[in-house]
């Protein structure tokens, strides 16, 4: 299997242009997180989706954070506008059943930077 | 709200050498999963190992063991042998169990640990 796949690897911006993020999570998981690390807050949930349907997205920052998840190989993580404070590591994970206990393998992170 | 605490910033050890490094938790949920992930410099995070909160048994995996200690709420991770490729920042992290509480994992802030040739 591939892994989680996360696109792109690094992604420079400039304040107040729309940024997204992309993932592929492992085939036939059903679940899917977005998580973001840094080094003052370490790392944090953002979003949680079950079978595509998002469950908890407790963690977003604000409304210029938006994530999606069309079918089940593909979400997306939107900033609009993007903010220098938004610089991070965005992480995409995903669970076989994690209602079920299943662990969770992460991607190789994007690393976005907001300028 | 479930803490994890990991209170070494860095460590290091000699190549061939064992390391363990510590993972202290608060929580007033009786059954959860503990996990240990690695991150090296290509930035992906790696689950090490895995310990549910019910089974007394520490869970191991090859060089990798857990010493699982609930009451104390201490979960530590021990590395026999170490080698060049364990250098990397180990986060230890809490999910409540499936059903009840968070969907979150909750991580510490992570030990960076060295491997000296």
């Known amino acids: 299997d591939a892994g989680v796949i996360q696109s792109p690897r690094h992604e420079v911006t400039e304040m107040g242009q729309e940024v997204t993020l992309r993932c592929k999570p492992i085939?036939?998981?059903?679940?899917l997180f977005w998580y973001r690390q840094t080094m003052m807050r370490g790392l944090e949930l953002l979003i949680y989706f079950n079978n595509n349907v998002p469950i908890d997205d407790s963690g977003m920052p604000e409304d210029r954070f938006s994530a999606k998840m069309p079918n089940a190989s593909f979400s997306t993580l939107k900033i609009q506008p993007s903010e220098p404070r938004d610089s991070a590591v965005y992480f995409c994970?995903?669970?076989?059943?994690?209602?079920?206990?299943?662990?969770?393998?992460f991607g190789q992170g994007t690393r976005l930077t907001v300028v | 709200a479930q803490t994890v605490t990991q209170s070494q910033p860095e460590m290091s050890v000699q190549e061939a050498e064992t390391v363990t490094l510590s993972c202290t938790y608060d929580t007033s949920e009786s059954d959860y999963y503990l996990f240990w992930y690695k991150q090296p410099p290509s930035r992906q995070m790696i689950l090490v190992i895995r310990?549910?909160?019910?089974?007394?048994q520490n869970a191991t995996e090859n060089r990798f063991s857990v010493n699982f200690q609930k009451a104390a709420k201490s979960f530590s991770l021990k590395i026999s042998d170490s080698q060049l490729g364990d250098a990397a920042m180990y986060f230890c992290a809490y999910r409540s169990a499936p059903g009840a509480g968070s969907y979150q994992l909750t991580f510490g802030k992570g030990t960076k640990l060295s491997v000296i040739p």
């Open positions: 310990q549910e909160a019910y089974k007394q």
């Open positions: 994970a995903s669970s076989l059943h994690w209602t079920k206990g299943t662990e969770a393998f």
């Open positions: 085939s036939g998981h059903n679940s």
